[in-house]
């Protein structure tokens, strides 16, 4: 007897790991999941997981994208927000799923284009991992070169920054080294659990504009003050 895809259940929070899967099997494995569900998919030569997330977790993934998005709005940089989109790469054997990723040096590349494809374009500036339970680690971020992975386990926003093929955690973000946006996002995001989304972006947006006009720093991409 064949086990069928359909027959397995992943509770929220929890994840099934599949050994031995071939990249083959991972492609029809994602066409059976389709691209309107909550699981998560990630595989890196050969092992797959697929995780469901807590509510929870959509929670804080959801407010952790609105910050990134009113930084850059705020900053006056052009991003693209791709969300949970798969990239892989059959070449490096590797897939991944993030919460929420960015374009953001990167824009000008992929504008406006309906497939990424890692085989000619880059991966995304800066991907978003909500760990709220303990989750296999792959290193496909770091296979996949994206450049900047931010992890938030429910207390604290960790920037892990690519140097020489590994990332580093680091104090300072690759895509706002003007700001200590790790501190920043930690606050504002508990902070919304008891004021609202809101409230809580509209002070964000507030604590970016005084944050450059009171230390006179310059916009990253055009060098002009802000």
Known sequence: MQLELNQLIVPP?????????????????LEELGETRAARVSYSKG???????LPEHEDDKVIIG??????????DIEFRSLGSTTFKSQ???????ADDCFYIQNEAVIRGKKRIDLNFD??????????????????NYEVLGVPE???????????N????????????????????????????????????RNVIVRDFRKWVREQFKTRGYRDTQTGRPI
């Open 13 to 29: 929070g929890h994840q099934l790991l599949l050994q031995d899967v071939s990249w083959q099997m991972f492609e029809k494995i």
């Open 149 to 159: 992975l931010w992890r938030y386990d429910g207390q604290k926003l960790e920037i």
């Open 122 to 139: 880059p991966p995304p500036d800066l991907a978003i991992e909500i760990d709220l339970t303990t989750r296999t680690r792959f290193n």
């Open 91 to 97: 070449k490096m054997q590797q897939g991944l799923e």
């Open 161 to 196: 920054v690519l140097k020489d093929g590994k990332y580093v955690e680091s104090d300072t973000s690759y895509n706002f080294p003007q700001l200590p946006i790790g501190e920043a996002i930690t606050n504002y995001v508990e902070q919304s659990k008891i004021l609202g």
């Open 66 to 75: 609105d910050l990134v998005k009113a930084l850059l709005e705020e900053l």
């Open 47 to 53: 092992l797959l997981e697929i995780m469901t997330p």
